[in-house]
């Protein structure tokens, strides 16, 4: 082993991140992290519109207890989920 390489950080190379000789990700590398920013995305938004709903489920006690008016709930409820 030279001095170099003892030096020299190593690269985690995961499953599926194989670099290249020249050390950029392959296009299949990329397109799989682009699909899953999408699927995390939609994830979020679908998550926001199940909360948004969930707020027009709750009684007025429930609401009081957040501090959120029955107005404002069914104003934030109605909201597109892309909003």
Known sequence: MDTI?????SRAVFPGQALRPSGRRGFVNRL????GSLATWIDHLLERRRTRLA?????????????????????????????
């Open 32 to 35: 799989v992290r682009v699909v």
């Open 55 to 83: 707020l027009l489920e709750m009684t007025d006690d429930q609401l009081k207890d957040i501090g959120i008016s029955r107005c404002d709930a069914h104003r934030e409820g109605i909201r597109r989920f892309w909003e």
């Open 5 to 9: 390489a003892t030096v020299r950080p």
